[in-house]
């Protein structure tokens, strides 16, 4: 689940870079950011649902 959302941030990342553009703090930098937190924490294991 998380490695998803990173996708989704890290696609509106370039999209922001491409464009140069930002709004106001959100930034390309902070979604790359938020982006490789939610991969960290992806492959810490949260997140992950258990099924038996």
């Known amino acids: 689940m998380f490695a998803i959302i990173a996708a989704v941030f890290f696609l ?3 999209i922001f870079q491409l464009a140069g553009m930002g709004f106001g703090p959100l930034t390309a930098t902070l979604l790359v950011t938020a982006g490789l937190l939610c991969l960290a924490l992806d492959l ?3 997140g992950r649902r ?3």
């Open 12 to 14: 509106i990342a370039l």
């Open 44 to 46: 810490a294991g949260l």
């Open 50 to 52: 258990v099924r038996l």
